[in-house]
Structure formats: structure tokens, C-alpha cells
């Protein structure tokens, strides 16, 4: 029996470059389950729209990335940088939600 990892400490709470290290691998497996869970609103979008042609909607895709910019920027992060991101993840989401759509 493997004993599971102790809980990362928070950023500021690092000393070490391991602890770092480790903060930043434990947030990554955090973001990947995020990132599954939104994709599992791909493939149910992709259920519910009644015609490929409603995969690509550029009026929620901007509204996607200006919510996620301001949330960035409310937090202190760089809107751009968040937008930009953004941006990547709405265009792989939308491949995903088609490939989805034509496996139906």
C-alpha cells in the first residue's frame, strides 16, 4: 500500500525549489480533472446541439474569453496572457465538440 502525498504547500509557503516543484505538479493534475470536467460539457453540448453547424459560435467564444481576461485581471494576473490562454483552450474545446459530434 502506497502512502498517498503530503498536501503541497501553498506558493508562499515554499522555501525549496522541490516544494515548488511539488505545488506546481499537484496543481497540474488539479488542472487536468478541471479540464476533463469541461470537456465533458463538450461532449454533452455536442449531444444536445441539434446540427454540427451550432458547434462554432464566435459570440460565446469572445464572451468565454473576456470573462475569463477579467477574472484574470480581478485577481492580478495579466489579462492578456489569460485571454490568449484562453483562447487556445476555446479553439481545442470547439475541435473536441466537433470530433464528439461526428462520433455521434
Request: glycine fraction near 4%.
Amino acid at each position: 500500500m502506497t502512502t498517498p502525498p503530503a498536501p503541497a504547500l501553498a506558493g508562499p509557503d515554499c522555501t525549496t525549489m522541490i516544494e515548488v516543484r511539488a505545488g506546481v505538479d499537484a496543481l497540474d493534475r488539479e488542472l487536468v480533472a478541471l479540464l476533463a470536467r469541461r470537456f465533458a460539457y463538450m461532449d454533452a453540448a455536442a449531444r444536445i446541439k441539434p446540427e454540427r453547424g451550432h458547434v462554432r459560435d464566435e459570440a460565446r467564444k469572445a464572451q468565454v474569453i473576456a470573462n475569463a481576461r477579467a477574472e484574470a485581471e480581478s485577481l492580478g494576473l495579466p489579462g492578456a496572457v489569460i485571454a490568449d490562454l484562453w483562447e487556445q483552450l476555446v479553439e481545442a474545446s470547439i475541435a473536441y465538440e466537433l470530433a464528439s459530434f461526428d462520433r455521434r
